[in-house]
C-alpha cells in the first residue's frame, strides 16, 4: 500500500487536554482497518485504501481504546506515546 | 480460578505471537514473578504473514518481521525466552512439563529437563500438513515456518515452475507472490471450489476467480494423486511439470505432547469460555490456559449450526485470534471475569487485492452480495444463519467491512443488517 497523504485530511482538535499521542508509520500501514474498529473515532480508512487519522491527539478517555488499536494492529504500524 | 499470584512463575508453552502477547499482556497487567517462554525455532519470535507475502517476496527481511528485538524480551518484558525446546510431556498433577531440546534422538532423554509452573499458557500452535506419502522431488515446500519461507524464498526465480496444491489463504498468496516473481504458477486445488470451508462454494469461486485474472492458473476438483520428480501427477491425469511444488493444504494444532494429561483434546485443547483449559470429565484445570491456534473454544456470540441456543465451539488459525485471545487469557490468568467472544476476523493480500472476513460463514443459510460484484474483482456480502447476521466477506471493500463489524457484536438480526447496507429485503414471489 502506497503512502498516505499524511495529514492531508485532519480534522483540527479543540480539546486542549489531549494526552495521548498517536503515530502512525505508513510505511507499515496495510489498511486492515483492525484500529478502526478499536476505535472508529480516531482511525479511518476510507474507500480510497488509505488509512486516516481523525484525531492524532485524542483525550485521556479514549486511551483505552486506542492502545487496543496499537494491539491489534497486525502490522504494529501504531504507536501511542504520552 | 483463584487469581494468579502476582509473584508466581508463568510459563509459555510456545514462542509466536500468542505465546508472546500473552507474556506482553501479563505485564501490562502487573505480573511481577518470573515469565518463561519456550519455543520450538530457533529464530527470534517473528510475524507469520509476511512469510507468504512480503518476506517472500523479498520486500522485508527478517529483523523487519521480528516480533520484538532480542534484548527487549529480558529487558523491556522480563522474559525468559528459550529457544529450541520442545515440549514433550505434561504433568498436571505436579505441575511442570518435560522439555527436550530440538534435534536430541527421541530415544535420548538425557538431555530433558522438567520445568515446574504456576500458571500454565499452551500457546504450542499449529503446524503445516503435508500429503502423505513420499515423493523424489526435491523441492516440495510448506510454508508455515521462518525456515521454510527462507527455503522457498531461494527457490522462486522468473520462469520457475511453480504447482501449488491447495488453494486456501497460504496457497494463493504464495501463487501471488510467486507470479510477482515472474514464475509460472499453477495452482491446484481438490474441492471444487477454491475456500469452501471458509466461505462456501460461491464465494471461493468468486475469490478463486483472482488466480485467473492474474495469469495464474486454477484447477478445481482435482487432487493430487503423486509428484514425481519434477512433475506433479493429479488425480484426473493430468500431469503437470514442476520445479517447485508448494503444499497449503492446512494445518494441524500441536497437541501430542498433552496427550495422556488429564487435557481434553480435541482437534485442538478444549477450553471454557474464559480460555481455560478443561480435563477430560468436563472439568477446569485450574491455573491452566490456552490461546491461539491450538485453542478450541465456545464463542457465545455465534449459535451452534446445530443448536443456536448453544455457543459456536471454535478453533481459529488466524493472526487477530491469537493476539486477542493472548490478552483475554492473560486476563483470566489475572483474575478477570469475562467470556472470550470475539468477533473473528482474517484478511489474505493476493494480487494487490484485499480480502477480508468478520464473522463466520459456518453453516449459513445464505450468502448475499450487497455491494459491487465479484465480477469487477470488489464486492461485500453478507453471510445469514437463521435470520440472524453471522459474516461479511469484503474484497477490496475496506471501508464498508469494516462498518460491519457493529451489527456482529450486536448479534445484529438480517434485516437489520440489510437495512445497514441500504439493500430493501424483497420476499421472492
Known amino acids: 500500500m502506497p503512502q498516505s497523504p499524511w495529514g492531508a485530511d485532519r480534522v483540527v482538535r479543540t480539546d486542549r487536554e489531549a494526552t495521548v499521542k498517536i503515530t502512525v508509520d505508513f510505511d507499515r500501514c496495510q489498511s486492515n482497518a483492525l484500529c478502526m474498529t478499536a476505535a472508529p473515532e480516531v482511525f479511518e480508512v476510507r474507500d480510497d485504501g488509505y488509512l486516516y487519522i481523525l484525531v492524532e491527539e485524542p483525550g485521556e478517555e479514549r486511551r483505552a481504546e486506542v492502545t487496543n488499536a496499537a494491539r491489534l494492529c497486525p502490522t504494529q504500524a501504531i504507536t501511542i506515546e504520552g | 480460578m483463584s487469581a494468579l499470584r502476582p509473584d508466581g512463575h508463568v510459563l509459555i508453552v510456545g514462542a509466536s505471537l500468542a505465546g508472546v502477547r500473552t507474556a506482553e499482556a501479563l505485564r501490562a497487567g502487573g505480573h511481577r514473578g518470573p515469565i518463561t517462554v519456550v519455543g520450538e525455532e530457533l529464530p527470534l519470535p517473528y510475524d507469520r504473514p509476511p512469510l507468504s507475502k512480503q518476506f517472500l517476496a523479498g520486500a522485508f527481511d527478517e529483523a523487519r518481521i521480528q516480533l520484538r528485538r532480542e534484548d527487549d524480551y529480558a529487558s523491556a518484558l522480563g522474559v525468559d525466552l528459550r529457544r529450541g525446546l520442545r515440549a514433550t510431556q505434561l504433568d498436571l498433577t505436579k505441575q511442570r512439563i518435560r522439555l527436550a531440546p530440538i534435534g536430541a534422538a527421541d530415544d535420548t532423554t538425557s538431555a530433558d529437563e522438567t520445568v515446574p509452573w504456576d500458571a500454565l499458557v499452551i500457546a504450542s500452535g499449529s503446524r503445516a500438513r503435508s500429503l502423505p506419502g513420499s515423493t523424489p522431488h526435491q523441492d516440495v515446500c510448506t510454508v508455515r515456518t521462518l525456515d521454510d519461507a527462507r527455503r522457498l524464498r531461494r527457490l522462486l526465480a522468473p520462469g520457475i515452475r511453480v504447482v501449488v496444491v491447495g488453494a486456501g489463504f497460504i496457497g494463493a498468496e504464495v501463487a501471488s507472490t510467486a507470479k510477482s516473481i515472474g514464475c509460472e504458477v499453477t495452482v491446484v486445488e481438490a474441492m471444487h471450489a477454491p475456500l469452501v470451508r471458509q466461505l462456501g462454494e460461491e464465494m471461493g469461486t468468486a475469490c478463486g476467480a483472482i488466480h485467473g485474472r492474474n495469469g495464474v492458473r486454477l484447477l478445481t476438483g482435482t487432487g493430487v494423486a503423486s509428484i514425481g520428480a519434477d512433475s506433479v501427477r493429479c488425480s484426473d491425469g493430468t500431469v503437470l511439470p514442476a520445479d517447485v511444488v508448494v503444499v497449503g493444504i492446512g494445518a494441524a494444532p500441536n497437541t501430542e505432547w498433552l496427550e495422556g494429561s488429564g487435557v481434553a483434546i480435541r482437534d485442538g485443547v478444549v477450553c471454557d469460555d474464559r480460555c481455560r483449559v478443561l480435563d477430560e470429565h468436563g472439568r477446569v484445570v485450574p491455573g491452566v490456559v490456552a490461546v491461539g491456534d491450538v485453542a ?79 465480477a469487477d474483482g470488489a464486492w461485500l456480502a453478507l453471510y445469514r444463519r437463521g435470520d440472524r447476521l453471522i459474516g461479511a466477506l469484503g474484497v477490496q471493500r475496506i471501508r464498508a467491512l469494516m462498518g460491519i463489524r457493529p451489527l456482529l457484536v450486536e448479534r445484529s438480526s438480517w434485516t437489520r443488517a440489510l437495512e445497514h447496507v441500504g439493500v430493501v429485503d424483497r420476499p421472492t414471489a
Open chain 2, 296 to 374: 478450541r473454544w465456545p464463542n457465545a456470540l455465534f449459535g451452534s449450526p446445530t443448536d443456536a441456543s448453544l455457543p459456536e465451539e471454535m478453533r481459529i488459525e488466524h493472526w487477530t485470534n491469537a493476539a486477542e485471545m493472548a490478552m483475554h487469557a492473560a486476563g483470566t490468568l489475572q483474575g478477570t471475569d469475562e467470556p472470550y467472544q470475539p468477533v473473528p476476523y482474517f484478511w489474505s493480500d493476493q494480487y494487490g487485492s484485499k480480502i477480508q472476513f468478520l464473522g463466520r460463514a459456518t453453516g449459513f443459510d445464505e450468502v448475499r452480495v450487497v455491494d459491487g460484484a465479484p
